[in-house]
Every structure is written in C-alpha cells, then in structure tokens.
Nanobody, 126 residues
Framework: EVQLVESGGGMVQPGGSLKLSCAAS????????MSWVRQAPGKGPEWVAA????????YYADSVKGRFTISRDNAKNTLYLQLNSLKPEDTALYYC???????????????????WGQGTQVTVSS
C-alpha cells in the first residue's frame, strides 16, 4: 500500500522559512518522479514542484521559482521541500505525490497522482 506522510509545516511570518518532509513507503521511491502539490482554502490543487527520480532535475511553478527548493534522499525514501521568502499567498495544505507523468511534463500537464497523504499545513501571517 502506498503511504505518504508529510510533516514540517507550521505558522511563520512573511519572509520566513520552513522545510517540509514526505516519508514514502509501499512503492519503489527511487524509481518514481515526485511532486509537491498545495491546496489553499476554497481553491483547487496547485502543482508546486517536481523532481526527477534521480534527483538531478527539478521543476517549479512560476509562483514559487527562486523561493522553494525540492530535493530527495532515495536512501531514506524521503522527499523534501525547502520554503524560503514565504508570502501570505503561500498559505495552504501541502501534499507530496507520486508522479503519473515524467517531471518535465508538470509545467504543462497535471503530472501528479491523486493519492496523497494527510498533508501538512503552512500558514504565513504577520
């Protein structure tokens, strides 16, 4: 059974930083491109970032480019998202997801699966 457990969220002031983690199990993590997806209250899911299975290629939504960094540790079956220079509009529930499409498709197509964990809440407020 695929399990994805997100953690690391919290409440920070604008300009602050957080590092999210996603512990994966039930599938071969090192063979799967992965994504982070977020959903703000009253809005649909928004793809945030994706990473190639090797960790060597990363892709970002324009809204987070230059501020967020996706990474992975295949030895630990863990996906990460470093969030810097946070803005109030980054407030959302953040999920990790396996990719249904290669990571380089994410900027033009819905690349992630609909199977997520419980998510981790990020709130940016002064």
């Amino acid at each position: 059974e695929v399990q994805l457990v997100e953690s690391g969220g919290g409440m920070v002031q604008p300009g602050g930083s957080l590092k999210l983690s996603c512990a994966a199990s039930g599938f071969t993590f090192s063979s799967t491109d992965m994504s982070w997806v977020r959903q703000a209250p009253g809005k649909g899911p928004e793809w945030v970032a994706a990473i190639h299975l090797s960790g060597g290629r990363t892709y970002y939504a324009d809204s987070v480019k230059g501020r967020f960094t996706i990474s992975r540790d295949n030895a630990k079956n863990t996906l990460y998202l470093q969030l810097n220079s946070l803005k109030p509009e980054d407030t959302a529930l953040y999920y990790c997801s396996r990719n249904a499409l290669p990571a380089d498709f994410c900027s033009v197509s819905k690349c992630y699966e609909n199977h997520w964990g419980q998510g981790t809440q990020v709130t940016v407020s002064s």
